[in-house]
């Protein structure tokens, strides 16, 4: 009896100090840390719509990201049908008119607004919009006695209706007219317009200029309906994107403001100058700014995570490896608690840079995570010598995450250099390892 468990204690020693059993245990605990990592992406996912939830809750009782169409002009005339008794009846129809030219001049003033430790970006604007109409296609097309000049409307839509905060000025031809806000729920359309002085066939074309004071959070967006249209936007946000259909034809990025143009003819967009009827769909063909805020603590966090496993598995190959040569043996527990200690760097992480910022946040995580395992393993090594190539190594792999996230555009290219240079050193110092007299 005591012969056979003599040789159960050799055999169990045997597969315990096995390489091939230790590699087997290693990849099975970085199968297991999958799951805080898993947990952590969740909470990460969990804080960032959390994020989202506070600047809509702040965008909408401030105003939301605007889109401006117009002006429109509104030109009533009556339609004649033919009904089923064989009886000649009129309906009120109405031609949509849109600008030969629309200028808009744009100042944006930026500013944050905090709810808890969340920010939104917001801005009140500063909008000067002229240009000119002509009614000569609409009066060639429909009979002059059917068109009621007496009854057109100019019309300018905005998106957010909370964000007007002024009444805005209309000038038409030179006169100064009164707004009032509208809902078109047929053509979903709403903003402010104003009722023309009764117009005449006689004179054709009209110019006009409308100021308006409009607030907004994050974007501003406009929709070019005329035959051409130009706008100049200018704001003292730092990091401005440009997006839409149309891109500037000018720009101008500084530290602290910015300034674009744009111009788009009517052979860009595929709007006639003139709808019966039925207003067209001209939504798709928007350009504008965006206050962008770069990259923000969640957006880096959730590209860090994404290497949490490779970090893991570097430091257990660090370990392993240190393991063979220094022939000390690490229990798989120990394994396991400096994993778990990989893991929870990336909470402390995203915690931290809710507060102050991603990069203060790497700094302190990564040195508090290091200096932790470094007198951890210090104790497993007994001694500082390997203990500081351990750190060293981590550092090392660290500094290499930051520069991947830091540099987004040559991430893959960094990544795959940096892998191949660990992979090197790796078959470098295992080179001499006697793999088989482990066994």
């Given at each position: 009896?005591?012969?056979?468990?003599?040789l159960?204690?050799?055999?169990?020693?045997?597969?315990?100090?096995?390489?091939?059993?230790?590699?087997?245990?290693?990849?099975?605990?970085?199968?297991?840390?999958?799951?805080?990592?898993?947990l952590?992406?969740?909470?990460?996912?969990?804080?960032?719509?959390?994020a989202?939830?506070?600047?809509?809750?702040?965008?909408?009782?401030?105003a939301?990201?605007?889109?401006?169409?117009?002006?429109?002009?509104?030109?009533?005339?009556?339609?004649?049908?033919?009904?089923?008794?064989?009886?000649?009846?009129?309906?009120?129809?109405?031609?949509?008119?849109?600008?030969?030219?629309?200028?808009?001049?744009?100042?944006?003033?930026?500013?944050?607004?905090?709810?808890?430790?969340?920010?939104?970006?917001?801005?009140?604007?500063?909008?000067?919009?002229?240009?000119?109409?002509?009614?000569?296609?609409?009066?060639?097309?429909?009979?002059?006695?059917?068109?009621?000049?007496?009854?057109?409307?100019?019309?300018?839509?905005?998106?957010?209706?909370?964000?007007?905060?002024?009444?805005?000025?209309?000038?038409?031809?030179?006169?100064?007219?009164?707004?009032?806000?509208?809902?078109?729920?047929?053509?979903?359309?709403?903003?402010?317009?104003?009722?023309?002085?009764?117009?005449?066939?006689?004179?054709?074309?009209?110019?006009?200029?409308?100021?308006?004071?409009?607030?907004?959070?994050?974007?501003?967006?406009?929709?070019?309906?005329?035959?051409?249209?130009?706008?100049?936007?200018?704001?003292d946000?730092?990091?401005?994107?440009?997006?839409?259909?149309f891109?500037?034809?000018?720009?101008?990025?500084?530290?602290?403001?910015?300034?674009?143009?744009?111009?788009?003819?009517?052979?860009?967009?595929?709007?006639?100058?003139?709808?019966?009827?039925?207003?067209?769909k001209?939504?798709?063909?928007?350009?504008?700014?965006?206050?962008?805020?770069?990259?923000?603590?969640?957006?880096?966090?959730?590209?860090?995570?994404?290497?949490?496993?490779?970090?893991?598995?570097?430091?257990?190959?660090?370990?392993?490896?240190?393991?063979?040569?220094?022939?000390i043996?690490?229990?798989?527990?120990?394994?396991?608690?400096?994993?778990?200690?990989?893991?929870?760097?990336?909470?402390?992480?995203?915690?931290?840079?809710?507060?102050?910022?991603?990069?203060?946040?790497?700094?302190?995580?990564?040195?508090?995570?290091?200096?932790?395992?470094?007198?951890?393993?210090?104790?497993?090594?007994?001694?500082?010598?390997?203990?500081?190539?351990?750190?060293?190594?981590?550092?090392?792999?660290?500094?290499?995450?930051?520069?991947?996230?830091?540099?987004?555009?040559?991430?893959?290219?960094?990544?795959?250099?940096g892998?191949?240079v660990?992979?090197?050193?790796?078959?470098?110092?295992?080179?001499?390892?006697?793999?088989?007299?482990?066994?």
């Amino acid at each position: 009896m005591e012969n056979i468990n003599d040789l159960a204690k050799s055999a169990s020693n045997a597969i315990t100090r096995s390489v091939t059993f230790k590699l087997i245990v290693v990849g099975i605990l970085i199968l297991l840390m999958l799951i805080p990592i898993s947990l952590i992406n969740n909470l990460l996912k969990e804080r960032k719509q959390r994020a989202r939830d506070a600047i809509k809750e702040i965008s909408e009782k401030w105003a939301g990201s605007q889109t401006i169409q117009g002006p429109i002009l509104a030109v009533p005339y009556l339609s004649t049908f033919i009904n089923k008794d064989k009886e000649v009846k009129s309906i009120k129809k109405y031609a949509y008119v849109f600008p030969e030219t629309n200028i808009i001049t744009g100042h944006l003033h930026s500013k944050i607004l905090s709810r808890g430790i969340f920010d939104a970006v917001v801005y009140n604007s500063d909008l000067e919009i002229s240009g000119q109409f002509d009614l000569q296609t609409v009066l060639k097309k429909l009979e002059t006695d059917k068109v009621l000049l007496n009854e057109c409307e100019l019309w300018y839509s905005v998106s957010d209706l909370k964000g007007i905060s002024a009444i805005p000025v209309i000038l038409w031809d030179g006169k100064k007219h009164h707004s009032e806000s509208f809902y078109s729920i047929e053509n979903n359309l709403k903003g402010f317009k104003t009722t023309l002085v009764p117009l005449s066939d006689k004179k054709l074309t009209f110019d006009y200029r409308i100021t308006l004071q409009l607030k907004g959070s994050q974007e501003i967006a406009i929709t070019p309906l005329a035959k051409v249209t130009q706008a100049e936007i200018d704001g003292d946000w730092h990091s401005p994107s440009f997006y839409g259909t149309f891109l500037p034809t000018d720009r101008a990025v500084g530290k602290e403001d910015f300034n674009a143009k744009w111009q788009v003819l009517e052979f860009n967009r595929p709007f006639s100058p003139v709808y019966y009827g039925a207003f067209p769909k001209v939504d798709g063909y928007d350009f504008g700014v965006n206050l962008y805020v770069p990259v923000d603590q969640y957006q880096k966090s959730e590209r860090t995570n994404k290497y949490a496993l490779l970090i893991i598995l570097l430091t257990f190959v660090a370990l392993f490896l240190t393991e063979i040569i220094l022939k000390i043996r690490i229990h798989p527990i120990q394994y396991l608690l400096i994993g778990c200690a990989l893991a929870i760097y990336y909470s402390l992480l995203l915690s931290i840079s809710e507060h102050w910022g991603y990069s203060v946040a790497y700094l302190i995580a990564s040195l508090a995570t290091v200096s932790l395992i470094a007198l951890y393993s210090k104790a497993l090594f007994n001694g500082w010598k390997y203990t500081a190539i351990l750190a060293t190594s981590l550092l090392s792999f660290y500094s290499f995450i930051w520069i991947i996230v830091d540099n987004e555009e040559f991430a893959l290219l960094i990544g795959t250099i940096g892998l191949f240079v660990v992979l090197a050193a790796i078959m470098y110092l295992s080179r001499a390892i006697k793999w088989y007299s482990f066994e």
